[in-house]
């Protein structure tokens, strides 16, 4: 079955420290993977993509195909990190996006 | 640009009826997907159109069905509410479809109450 599991509901972390909000995925195509972060009254937006290997305001996500995830990364959390975060999967052989449940991430003072 | 524009903003209906919710996505996105959000949960997957066909399918019933316009909007139908159907739906746009490279912008969502 084609899922996207985020263990973690709520995590908090202190504003300077490390911050890694798991993402795993069940899918057996090629996957293309995504996290989107919602911040307080805002619309769900991007945050970035795993083909751009990119870093978005200091995030990065590395798919690991080998242990089925796509864990978000920030060495130094930020207190404007505070947001809701969700991972998604595109599965491209039937064109469907799965989210998963989401994590919320306080950053603390 | 305003972004992907939804109407109505809230809704309340009643067991059975029917309901329509509408979406104009970004100037230019050919794309239109909708999403159902329960609270609590991330949001669940129901339709993505492009160039007025569907081009994917969530695990909904038959009572959801959608429709995209020449102009790329769409419209979004529930029928024979139930109370499950409580929810915010979404909807998102973006230029292709099917393609990594191709980010959606969502709307704020339809707050649907059934009673």
């Known amino acids: 079955a084609q899922r996207v599991t985020q263990p973690e509901k709520l995590l908090s972390v202190f504003k300077g420290a490390p911050v890694e909000l798991k993402c795993n995925y069940s899918?057996?195509?090629?996957?293309?993977l995504f996290w989107y972060v919602q911040y307080s009254r805002q619309r769900l937006q991007l945050l970035l993509r795993h083909i751009s290997r990119e870093s978005i305001k200091g995030f990065t996500a590395d798919l690991n195909k080998g242990e089925t995830s796509f864990h978000l990364k920030k060495p130094f959390a930020q207190e404007e990190d505070s947001a809701m975060y969700y991972c998604?999967?595109?599965?491209?052989?039937?064109?469907?996006?799965?989210f998963g449940t989401g994590t919320r991430l306080k950053v603390l003072a | 640009d305003a972004g992907v524009t939804q109407s109505p903003t809230h809704l309340i209906k009643t067991r059975g009826q029917q309901v329509t919710l509408r979406c104009s996505p970004i100037?230019?996105?050919?794309?239109v997907s909708w999403y159902q959000q329960v609270l609590g949960q991330g949001p669940q997957f129901i339709f993505q159109y492009y160039e007025k066909e569907e081009r994917g399918r969530g695990n909904f019933p038959d009572r959801f069905s959608a429709r995209q316009f020449p102009n790329y909007s769409s419209e979004l139908n529930v029928n024979a509410l139930l109370l499950g159907d409580s929810a915010l739906y979404l909807c998102?746009?973006?230029?292709?479809?099917?393609?990594?490279?191709?980010?959606?912008?969502f709307g704020d969502g339809t707050r649907l109450s059934i009673l």
């Open positions: 100037s230019g996105h050919k794309s």
């Open positions: 998102a746009s973006s230029e292709q479809w099917a393609a990594s490279n191709q980010p959606q912008h």
């Open positions: 998604a999967l595109f599965t491209s052989g039937t064109y469907k996006y799965i």
């Open positions: 899918y057996s195509g090629s996957p293309e």
